[in-house]
C-alpha cells in the first residue's frame, strides 16, 4: 500500500503591498504587522499537528510566515526557490491600476490568463505551472507517511489548486486565497495531488472577535 503525504499549503501573511494591490512577485517586500500576527496564528492552528518538516519559499514574507510554526514544533524552516511568487518581470512594484491606465493590451492578456503569455521579463502561466507542480512534487516524495507544511504564495497556491483539481490554466479563479489561508492536500506517487480542503481562516476570524487583528492592522 502506498503510504500518503499529508500537506498543509499556508499563504504568506500580509504585507502592506497586499494592502496597496501593488505586485510583488519575487521583489523581497517583508511582512506588516498583521501579517506578522497572521503567522502567529498559523502556528497556533497547527501547533498540534505531527508536522516532520516545514518548508517555504526564500522570500522573507514566505520564511517569516514560517518561523513561528517551525519553532512550535522544534524544526528549521527549510527554504525553496521553487516556491517563489511567480516572477512578474516589469509589472513588479506597480499597481494594476498604473498597468490598466498605461498598457492596456497588456493587462487584457494577463486577465485572460493566456497560458504562454509573460510580462516583459517574467514568467508565463505555463512556466510557473511546471515550476510549482515539480517543486511541490519533489517536497511530498521526502515525506510518504508522514506531514508537511508549506508556505507559498497566491499565484503559487493558485496554480497547486489547479493541480489538486484539474483546472484549467486559463479558468477564471474561483476560490479564495486569502493571506495566512491554510489549505490540506494529500500526495501519493501513483495518483499525485488531492484536494482535502481549502481556504482555512478560522484561526484568523475567531481572534478577530476578541481584536488583536484590527489593532495590529491599525498599527
Known amino acids: 500500500m502506498q503510504l500518503l503525504t499529508r500537506l498543509f499549503a499556508i499563504r504568506h501573511g500580509e504585507t502592506a503591498w497586499n ?26 492552528a497547527l501547533r498540534h499537528e505531527p508536522l516532520a518538516a516545514v518548508y517555504s519559499s526564500d522570500l522573507s514574507r514566505a520564511r517569516a510566515t514560517a518561523e513561528p510554526l517551525a519553532q512550535a514544533h522544534g524544526l528549521t524552516v527549510q527554504t525553496h526557490p521553487g516556491l517563489r511568487e511567480r516572477h512578474f518581470g516589469a509589472f513588479q ?8 491606465q498605461a498598457h492596456p493590451d497588456v493587462v487584457r492578456a494577463w486577465k485572460a490568463r493566456v497560458p504562454d503569455f509573460a510580462p516583459p521579463g517574467g514568467e508565463s502561466l505555463l512556466d510557473v505551472h511546471a515550476r510549482v507542480h515539480a517543486t511541490f512534487t519533489e517536497l ?7 506531514a508537511i507544511a508549506v508556505v507559498a504564495h497566491g499565484g503559487v497556491l493558485d496554480i497547486l489548486y489547479r493541480i489538486a483539481n484539474r ?7 474561483a476560490w479564495a486565497m486569502g493571506n495566512a489561508a491554510i489549505h490540506r492536500l494529500l500526495w501519493t506517487a501513483d495518483s499525485g495531488f488531492a484536494l482535502l480542503s ?8 475567531e481572534a478577530d472577535e476578541a ?9
Not at 140 to 146: N, T, Y
Not at 198 to 205: A, F, I
Not at 211 to 219: F, I, N, T, Y
Open 19 to 44: 494592502r496597496d494591490a501593488r505586485i510583488q512577485g519575487q521583489l523581497d517586500i517583508p511582512l506588516n504587522d498583521t501579517g506578522r500576527w497572521q503567522a502567529q496564528r498559523v502556528a497556533l
Open 93 to 100: 512594484g506597480r499597481t494594476w491600476a498604473e498597468l490598466e
Open 140 to 146: 511530498a516524495a521526502r515525506h510518504p507517511g508522514q
Open 167 to 173: 483546472v484549467d490554466l486559463q479558468a477564471p479563479r
Open 198 to 205: 481549502w481556504g482555512d481562516t478560522r484561526h484568523l476570524e
Open 211 to 219: 481584536g488583536p487583528r484590527d489593532e495590529q492592522a491599525a498599527a
